[in-house]
């Protein structure tokens, strides 16, 4: 009886501290993986709220242990080309696509004290963004979901962003 209440002991200790361990993570290692796109909400310097990417946006972020990162988002309503061509869009049909979306990829990493993940962008569908280090503000991490405000996005707002983990 003594031995299964000591295996038991030293069980639930162990299970306790790997718990304990798992909640230590730092937030670059909590970030590791894939987020799919939830929402964002755009303020303008005005002070007004627009949705940029409107409803039902698709996005993935993806960060790899290595510090590289790929970031893309889209409307889910940008029209498909009539020419059924990337080289024959109309000016109206490449304006929709421009403004409905944003792709761009380099390296990240985390100042862990100020909560900031930045991204250093090294080549981008928005061509500005190019050698440009971004930083948000990580405002909540769960293992399933990351929130952060970005207060100077490509648009020239700032934003509140919510991302899930991809499953």
Not at 52 to 76: Q, V, Y
Not at 86 to 98: C, D, I, L, R, S
């Amino acid at each position: 009886m003594r031995r299964i209440v000591t295996f038991t002991t030293v069980l639930a200790l162990a299970l306790v501290s790997g718990q304990a361990i798992a909640q230590h993570k730092t937030l670059k290692d909590q970030l590791v993986g894939e987020w799919t796109f939830v929402s964002a909400l755009d303020t303008n310097k005005d002070g007004t709220q627009t949705n940029r990417f409107g409803p039902n946006a698709k996005g993935l972020a993806m960060f790899e242990p290595s510090g590289r990162f790929s970031f893309f988002i889209s409307r889910a309503d940008i029209p498909k080309f009539v020419a059924n061509s990337v080289n024959q869009g109309t000016a109206e049909e490449n304006k929709a696509v421009m403004q409905g979306t944003i792709a761009f990829y380099g390296t990240w990493d985390v100042d862990e004290p100020s909560k900031i993940l930045m991204t250093k962008v090294e080549a981008a569908t928005f061509p500005n963004l190019n050698g440009v280090t971004q930083k948000r503000t990580i405002t909540s991490l769960t293992a399933d979901e990351l929130k952060y405000a970005n207060p100077v996005t490509s648009a020239g707002t700032s934003t509140n962003a919510v991302w899930r983990r991809a499953k």
